[in-house]
């Protein structure tokens, strides 16, 4: 039975049998693994934290690039040794390398040095084996239209927010991503939009670029934390236009525990829908001074809710 059919016919019978949808996610999940993000893992860029990746009981790390201008220690082919060294040693993947916060600060609308940072991550993400680049748009690199007091520009519809474009740093953005794309391309690599747009603004971009290398990187705390339809944006973008998901939740550490704004059992739901079987990324650290153990009750608590053995 195709995984359409079976979303909309047999989880209402799995139900009226005692099972939850998170049992459902169960039959059929091919989630590559969970990973989790170098900087709530610890010091970015750091591979000797590989050792409590494994003990945190994760699957893979999302590496990244570097912090600043003078500090992008995944330029350094020793550096790339080590980690592929450790990842060995300790059964750890590199499923993709973030140029994020470096982004975050030096746009890549304004900074023109910024293509080469990503061009960075794509040689550091071939030479580690991982498949995706996430490129962030936060802070300084925000594509929404904001007034001289950073205040953007929202509209409701159905309920849901929607901001308007800075089309003149989108277009920017996209004359840059055109150039770089090509590399991408070559490498077997995608190139990840993590931005605070919509799903169908994030659409517009890719189409202009119009390169198979570009996809979105989804977060479903940020899109739920800026008031997004997240269950239509995943089904709207598919299995095809997401390169990898962001795992976190917009009011707790813990997922799963009460209070929790995101429902992860209708996302693990949807996911499935739409055949996703890439990597699901944590973006959390837990509580303070409680990393391991929290990160571990999150590993379980995905691994239960999204079907993973």
Known sequence: MKRRTFMKTGVAALAGAGLTVSSAAAVTSKIAGIGMCDWNLGNACDPELIPLAREAHLDGIQVSVGTAPDHLPLRDRAVQRRYLELGQKYGI????????????????????????????????????????????????????????EKKCFETKKNG???????????????????????????AGVMIGLENTLTAEQNLHIMEQVHSPALQVYYDVGNSTGHGYDIFSELRLLSRERICEVHLKDWKTSL??????????????????????????????S??????????RSNVAYVRRTFGLR
């Open 93 to 148: 993947r590199f499923h993709s390398v973030a140029a994020g916060g470096i982004l975050n600060s030096l746009p890549l609308a304004t900074e023109p040095q910024s293509a080469v940072y990503v061009i960075d991550a794509i040689e550091a993400a071939q030479a580690l084996g991982a498949k995706n680049v996430l490129i962030a748009f936060f802070g300084n690199g925000d594509l929404r239209l904001r007034d001289p």
């Open 160 to 186: 849901f927010s929607t901001y308007a474009l800075n089309e003149v740093a989108v277009q920017r953005v996209v004359e840059a991503l055109r150039q770089i794309a090509p590399r991408a391309e070559r």
């Open 255 to 284: 997922l799963g525990s009460e209070g929790c704004a995101v429902d992860m059992p209708a996302v693990a739901a949807v996911l499935q829908e739409i055949g996703y079987d890439k990597w699901l990324v944590l973006e959390t």
């Open 286 to 295: 837990g509580r303070k001074n409680h990393f391991l153990a929290d990160t």
